[in-house]
Structure formats: structure tokens, C-alpha cells
């Protein structure tokens, strides 16, 4: 049997162990393609089973969330913590509540975790977790009395040295918050690194907000100094308008990109003269309305609802997807194309589709992975652990300053191992390899466990 026969057969028993788990499925396929270079040099990781285990989650938890709304009724949500590999460190991932969360999602999401999480090349392993609740809507009370029910079964499976949930979709500073606080009342323990994406006033770590869109251009600048350019001028699109997408704008902005576009799921905004931040943070962050409200203050932006139209038909030199998974699709890579664009680079985990990617890489575009490129804020998640190990805290240059270091490393980890693999520019062969061989040397010293 060849190598490849050998990797598609644990694929294929991969695909027929998690029946119907579609995004599971293609987060597997994809780093699987990748895998074909590897073990085409290195025969020996097939041994021992070792791409099976790393793709069997260690541990899957599925719990009841019962919880009263604000009229006195009850309801019920389903809770998930995916505890899918420890061989770095103790498993690190967030939480994410949103009403399409299952287990294909919460197992696509840890599986790409490991990864990213490895690239940082801190002491972190890789989990997540969430529940189907849908927070739209809900009141400040109803939200708390959901996250401390989360909370008290999710608290018997964490720790400070075994698993460290953090923010995702649908939970930011306040959840996080909230929970840490059940938490404590649970245990009678202080444990400040049980959870990251904790408030300043109690051991949360300065710049983690802003770390993973931050991160994100830390990333596309990398990428366009290696061609000998910069993102000054460039105009560029984000989805979405949540943490990775804000901070993504704001730090494009100062490194003086044009911001053109941004949205939510109502639809997106166009706005020729620059997107006014402020006015995106006070509508998001602030009234917590949707993205429509834009064009109330500014009346020469347009807005275009869902359904009526997709935000990657604004042309652009720079495409930042930073909402949600397979937002991106084969359709809207070619728009892109055809108008010209020059980088993407994934803010949200896998936005865009695989033949989307695949067109990104036949056209020559510089395209980044989420798992490299969205990965500043679990390594800023990791930096927070530090500081609350030693009780210690460092100022917010200290530690952008770090993210800094930390996002240009992964983005050579990724650019040399591509050009070691034969294949120079391709960041997801770059990103998927270097990942794996991390992990994969971990796991073989430490045994068929
Ligand atoms: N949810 C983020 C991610 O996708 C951050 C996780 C964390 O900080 O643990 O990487």
C-alpha cells in the first residue's frame, strides 16, 4: 500500500466513524491533504496509529443546560466541550454560543485548534466547546442565569491545568465574566487561569480583546513584506463586525489601509469614504443593533441587506472574512479574483469554502489560514495564563509587543515549511504541516496514550 492509500483508508474510516458531521469533515480533509507531503518524507508518522489518535478527540462532553427566561419559562439547550488533544498542554480553545452550534461544529472548530494552537509554539493544547443558545435578544439576565447554568455542569471538566475555555462567537468579556464568577462560587477557588478573556478588573490580560484581529493584519503585513509591499493604501473589505472583525479595522486602519466594507447578518455596509469605526463599535458594542443602523449617521454609505446581495462584491485589494465559518464561497473567490484582489487572510475559523481556497491558490493569491492567521488571540489567551500563573501583569505594549513576535514566528514557521515542502507560498500546506509535525512529536515521545 502507498503512503497515500494508507492516509486516504484513516481518512476514510475518519468520515465513517462521525456519520453527517459536514464541517468536521472538512476541516479532516483538508489538513489531510496537506498530510500526503509529510508522510511522503516522513513514512514513520503513520506508525503507531499516531494520525488516527490525534483524530479522535480525547474526551467529548455533552451536558443539559437548563435555564428560566425573564416571563418565568423554562428551557433547555444542549452544552459541548470537545477536549481533543493535550500533548502541548493543557486544552485551550473557546466557547461559542449560537443557535447552529452542534457537534460537527464544536469538533471542527477543536480539530483546527490543535494546529493553530501549535503554531503559537506555546504550552497549549486544543479544545472548544458552546452550546445552541441563541443570545440575540435575550436580556442581561437571562444571559447570566444561561452561562451559570452552563457553568455548573462545564466546571467539573476544567481547570487551570486541564482545560481553559475562552470567548468565541457569542461570548465575549461579560460572558466570560459571568461564568468565571460561577466558577469561583462552585469551587470556593480563585483559579484566575481557569478561564482567558477575563476582565481587567479580575486577572484578564491587556490587548486579548484586540489580539486576534490585530493578529490577523500582523499576519497580512507579514505576508506583503515578504513581496516587498505593505498594506498602506490598500483598499479593504472585512466581514462581519464583532471583536476579531473591529480590531482587524482598527489596526489596518492605522497601518493605513482603506476600510470600505464590513457587516453583521442583516447584511453589509459600503462606505467609499472609510468605515467609521467608532460608529461601528457604538451600534455593535454599545447598542448591540444591527449593522443597518450605519447608514442612519452616515448618509452617503449604503446599506445592502442579506439576500440582496454579498459583501465580496465590493472590490478590493485586501479581503479579511472575520465572521463565521464557510462564509466565503468558489462564487465570491472568483468575484474577488476578477476584481482584482491580492490577499486573504481567514480572521473568523475556515470562512472559506475549500473550493473557495482552491481558487485563491490556482489564481496565485496570497491566502491565509485562519488557523495561522486568526491565531493571535488564543496565543494572547496563553499569555494571560502566564500572567495569571505568576500573579503578575504586563502593560499593553508588553504584550501586543509579544503578539507581535509571536504572529511574525508563525508566519515563518508557515512560509518555510511550505518552501520545505516544496511548494513556496502556499500557507495552508505551510500552516497544516508545521502544526502537525508539532503535535505529532509530542504525542510519539509521550506513548500510545
Ligand atoms: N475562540 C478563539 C479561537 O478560535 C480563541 C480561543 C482562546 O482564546 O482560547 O482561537
Known amino acids: 500500500m502507498t503512503v497515500d492509500e494508507k492516509l486516504d483508508g484513516i481518512l476514510s474510516t475518519i468520515l465513517a466513524r462521525n456519520p453527517g458531521e459536514a464541517e468536521f469533515h472538512q476541516a479532516a480533509r483538508e489538513v489531510f491533504e496537506s498530510l500526503g507531503r509529510v508522510v511522503a518524507k516522513r513514512p514513520d508518522y503513520l506508525e503507531d496509529a499516531l494520525i488516527d489518535r490525534l483524530c479522535e478527540p480525547e474526551r467529548q462532553i455533552i451536558f443539559r443546560v437548563p435555564w428560566t427566561d425573564d416571563k418565568g419559562q423554562v428551557h433547555v439547550n444542549r452544552g459541548f466541550r470537545v477536549q481533543y488533544n493535550s500533548a502541548l498542554g493543557p486544552y485551550k480553545g473557546g466557547l461559542r454560543f449560537h443557535p447552529s452550534v452542534n457537534l460537527s461544529i464544536i469538533k471542527f472548530l477543536g480539530f483546527e485548534q490543535i494546529f493553530k494552537n501549535a503554531l503559537t509554539g506555546l504550552p497549549i493544547g486544543g479544545g472548544k466547546g458552546g452550546s445552541d443558545f441563541d443570545p440575540k435578544d ?49 469551587t470556593n477557588r480563585f483559579e484566575a487561569g481557569v478561564l482567558t478573556g477575563k476582565g481587567l478588573s479580575y486577572g484578564g490580560s491587556l490587548a486579548r480583546t484586540e489580539a486576534t484581529g490585530y493578529g490577523t493584519v500582523y499576519f497580512v503585513q507579514s505576508m506583503l513584506e515578504r513581496q516587498g509591499t505593505s498594506i498602506e493604501g490598500h483598499r479593504t473589505v472585512v466581514s462581519g463586525s464583532g471583536n476579531v472583525a473591529i480590531y482587524a479595522m482598527e489596526k489596518a486602519m492605522k497601518l493605513g489601509a482603506r476600510i470600505i466594507a464590513c457587516s453583521d447578518s ?114 494572547t489567551s496563553a499569555l494571560e495564563m502566564q500572567q495569571n500563573a505568576s500573579r503578575d501583569r504586563w502593560t499593553f505594549d508588553q504584550t501586543k509587543d509579544r503578539l507581535g513576535v509571536i504572529m511574525r514566528n508563525i508566519h515563518d514557521t508557515c512560509a518555510e515549511t511550505a518552501e520545505e515542502y516544496g511548494e513556496p507560498g502556499d500557507y495552508v500546506l505551510g500552516a497544516n504541516i508545521g502544526g502537525f509535525i508539532r503535535v505529532a512529536e509530542a504525542m510519539r515521545a509521550q506513548g500510545v496514550i
Open 266 to 379: 442583516s447584511g453589509y455596509v459600503v462606505d467609499e469614504e472609510g468605515i467609521d469605526l467608532d460608529l461601528v463599535r457604538e451600534i455593535k458594542e454599545v447598542r448591540r443593533a444591527r449593522i443597518g443602523d450605519y447608514v442612519k449617521t452616515r448618509k452617503d454609505a449604503t446599506f445592502i441587506a442579506t439576500g440582496k446581495g454579498v459583501i465580496w462584491d465590493v472590490p478590493c485589494d485586501i479581503a479579511l472574512p472575520c465572521a463565521t465559518q464557510n462564509e466565503l464561497t468558489a462564487r465570491d473567490a472568483g468575484v474577488l479574483i476578477k476584481n482584482g484582489v491580492r490577499v486573504v487572510a481567514e480572521g473568523a475559523n475556515m470562512p472559506c469554502t475549500p473550493d473557495a481556497v482552491e481558487a485563491f491558490r490556482k489564481a496565485g493569491i496570497l491566502f491565509a489560514p485562519g488557523k495561522a492567521a486568526n491565531a493571535g488571540g488564543v496565543a
Open 138 to 186: 435575550r436580556s442581561d439576565g437571562e444571559i447570566m442565569r444561561f452561562c451559570q447554568s452552563f457553568m455548573t455542569e462545564l466546571f467539573r471538566h476544567i481547570g487551570d491545568k486541564t482545560d481553559v475555555p475562552a470567548g468565541d462567537i457569542g461570548v465575549g468579556g461579560r460572558e466570560v465574566g459571568w461564568m468565571f464568577g460561577q466558577y469561583r462560587r462552585l
